[in-house]
């Protein structure tokens, strides 16, 4: 790996303007109000999560004295320090839009926010009386003592701080602790006329906590927020059982280090210095905040709304592709291939393949990866289904997959109590690949139906996340898939596919040898371009591959919703390389290649974003698409993203980024989606209208 800062931008600096643009869109006065609202929690959230990963990391690399460099020769200590000072600008700004712009124009639209200092009487005696009747029961006030016997506190949860005074004959303030934990008890509606108005329940607390401490003098009280470290890995090379490993390593997260404190701005001297000691944490890791901690709980004010006028218009998928109701999912796959953009196109056939997998008598096997599923996942249950109805069915439940592992855990039992075989992944390694493959029992033999994706199968996020399916019933593709399962969950070694590449295997390397005929081919004076869309493009030796097929002329044009460590538009290096990133209504997350490759176009799909992590350190597929109708659709779908000018930002060459070109009437990619969806199933709907089927005889 090279390590040059002139050749890459630091991985996390990087994130952070990502997530900047995240809360860009909680500043657009175009946005509409509660999606503003929206965005600015989901950046907040987005930053507690960076905090937990990846600020977690660092300090642990620092704790541990780990001498590595990353691309751009930065040691763990000074990239620190350089996103410490970048995420404290960043939350100064957060807090800016929220009380600056969002709360003023939510007030306006009757959604307000009450200080306790200005409550009418009857709000007053509604909260005196919950407090007594629901808040002193549900929370528990807990006196420190000893900062280091002190009990635990939960990550991303509101709790506050109570300063009392001296008692007598001493003189040092006393302590303690209000933990609101996992309770309900935030956002507490107050009663009114007309206006939804509400205050926070730390708030109620500081007004009314001095009941909770009767005899005594409650000097001040302050809201804080304790972020812990979640950069906690499981061994795998001892031989232990890997779910019981995974359940320690969800309970070390509960009390692993603080990497960040938010606290509010009326804290006292005495009590920061007292949270301090209590948290151990580092000066430079407080946030005194302006406004309430925790910005990602305002998700739940802006769910409140029932406003559809400040809210982005309703979406449901009703375009389902290719697929007919009441024509099996089968006779449709083995009629042709067919590709689905989701959220414009529906979820609901890949649910179909498995729901008819379950309780078609030809289907003799399944056999299905599974990453992050939804709270009542239908596919887990016609999974389960499936094998009590004696199919044999094989899947790869991930359980490292991280913030979902309790849940992945829950569903792996339940799927072993049915009958299915599961198995927890690869050793070593993360199972990212989205596949699942059906064998059916047919005239001519047996056939192998296939789903590829781009994303999980979660048909929750599959109307909130932009990802590709691809279904067919290509007998290579359906060779080479059983032969992945086969490989993955037995001990054979990975063989050759006819089709298929997969990490860490040989997913690098076909996409390099894609970049050097490009390069190859530029060099020779002949047409040459790459066009990609990605989540992050940080693997060094991808991006310095994507420099020499620019500075051999290859047009490349890169859609970049996350992380870029390549610079892009740089004289003598990547002149010839363009990214865009679009952050909008739903989240980017398809992986899709187009490589000209001399008029013979090589369009492929990807679980795997370009990072090191995807290439060396999960099970990835490489899938090529093989249809030729499904291979123009993914090229319009990347022309499209390439020409957005509404959404689009374009990276600029130092990691930051320019404005949309035309955010008010410009072109909007995720709009455009949704109006070719609504025309194609208004095309279908008039077809069936015209379309005259003869019943025979039962």
Not at 550 to 571: E, F, H, T, W, Y
Not at 599 to 624: F, I, K
């Amino acid at each position: 790996m090279s390590v040059d800062k002139e050749l890459f931008v630091n991985r996390e600096l990087s994130w952070l303007e990502f997530n900047q643009r995240v809360l860009d869109e909680a500043a657009d006065a175009y946005v509409p109000l509660m999606e503003r609202l929206k965005f600015l929690a989901i950046t907040a959230s987005n930053l507690d999560e960076f905090f937990m990963v990846r600020i977690g990391s660092l300090q642990t690399a620092i704790r541990n004295n780990r001498p590595a460099v990353d691309a751009c020769g930065l040691t763990a200590k000074q990239q620190l320090n350089a996103v410490v000072e970048r995420v404290h600008r960043m939350v100064a700004r957060m807090y800016d839009i929220y009380l600056s712009e969002l709360e003023p124009a939510l007030k306006e639209l009757g959604m307000r926010r009450r200080s306790v200092t200005s409550l009418t009487p009857q709000q007053s005696d509604y909260l005196s009386q919950l407090f007594d009747e629901q808040m002193a029961a549900i929370l528990t006030p807990i006196a420190v003592h000893d900062p280091d016997e002190f009990p635990l506190l939960s990550g991303r949860t509101i709790n506050v701080a109570v300063q009392l005074a001296p008692a007598d004959g001493e003189e040092g303030f006393r302590f303690a602790v209000v933990p609101f934990g996992q309770s309900d008890l935030r956002f507490i509606s107050l009663p009114g006329e007309g206006d939804h108005e509400y205050v926070l329940g730390e708030d109620v607390v500081e007004l009314l906590g001095q009941r909770f401490f009767s005899g005594e003098e409650v000097v001040s009280c302050a809201p804080f927020r304790v972020t812990r470290n979640a950069d906690l890995s499981v061994r795998e090379d001892d031989g232990t059982d890997l779910l019981s490993e995974m359940e320690d390593v969800l309970e070390e997260r509960k009390d692993s280090f603080c990497v960040r404190l938010e606290v509010s701005h009326s804290v006292t001297t005495p009590t920061l210095s007292f949270l301090k000691q209590l948290l151990k944490v580092r000066e430079e890791d407080i946030h005194v905040v302006p406004g309430p901690a925790g910005l990602k709980d305002m998700m739940e004010v802006a769910s409140a709304s029932v406003d559809s006028r400040y809210s982005y218009p309703a979406w449901e998928a009703t375009s389902t592709g290719g697929f007919e109701p009441g024509v099996s999912v089968f006779e449709t796959i083995r009629n042709g291939d067919q590709l689905l953009y989701h959220p414009y196109d529906s979820f609901e056939p890949v649910v179909r393949l498995i729901e008819e997998a379950a309780v078609d008598p030809d289907v003799l096997a399944i056999k299905q990866t599974l990453y992050r599923t939804s709270r009542r996942s239908p596919i887990v249950n016609a999974l389960m289904l499936a094998a009590e109805n004696g199919k044999n069915v094989t899947v790869m439940v991930e359980l490292k997959a991280r913030f979902d592992e309790a849940r992945n855990i829950a569903w792996a039992r339940q799927l072993e109590l049915a009958g299915v075989q599961v198995i927890y992944g690869v050793r070593g390694l993360k199972t990212h690949a989205k596949a699942c493959v059906v064998v059916r029992r047919e005239t001519n033999g047996f056939r192998r139906y296939c789903h590829f994706g781009t994303g999980n199968y979660n048909e929750s996020t599959a109307g909130l996340y932009t990802d590709v399916s691809y279904m067919t019933a290509n007998a290579d593709l359906g060779h080479d898939i059983i032969a992945w399962f086969n490989a993955t969950t037995g001990y054979s070694q990975l063989q050759q596919f006819r089709q298929l590449h997969t990490a860490p295997v040989s997913l690098r390397d076909r996409l390099l040898a894609l970049i050097e005929f490009e390069t190859q081919q530029a060099r020779s004076g002949l047409d040459a371009g790459i066009s990609a869309k990605v989540n992050s493009l940080v693997d060094p030796d991808v991006i310095e591959a994507l420099y020499t097929a620019s500075r051999a002329g290859v047009k490349i044009r890169l859609n970049v919703r996350g992380i870029c460590c390549l610079r892009p538009g740089v004289s003598g290096l990547s002149e010839n390389i363009s990214v865009t990133s679009v952050i909008d209504r739903f989240l980017e997350h398809a992986r899709l290649f187009h490589f000209t490759h001399g008029g013979d176009n090589q369009v492929l799909l990807s679980s795997a974003d370009l990072m090191p992590r995807n290439l060396d350190r999960r099970v990835e597929l490489l899938v090529p698409i093989l249809d030729d109708d499904c291979r123009r659709q993914v090229i319009r779908i990347l022309e499209l993203c390439h020409s957005d000018t509404a959404k689009g930002r374009r990276i600029l060459e130092d990691g930051t980024f320019a404005a949309p070109k035309d955010p008010e009437s410009g072109i909007r990619s995720q709009l455009e989606f949704q109006a070719r969806a609504t025309a194609r199933h208004k095309a279908q709907e008039d077809a069936r209208r015209t379309t005259f089927t003869p019943l025979g005889p039962q």
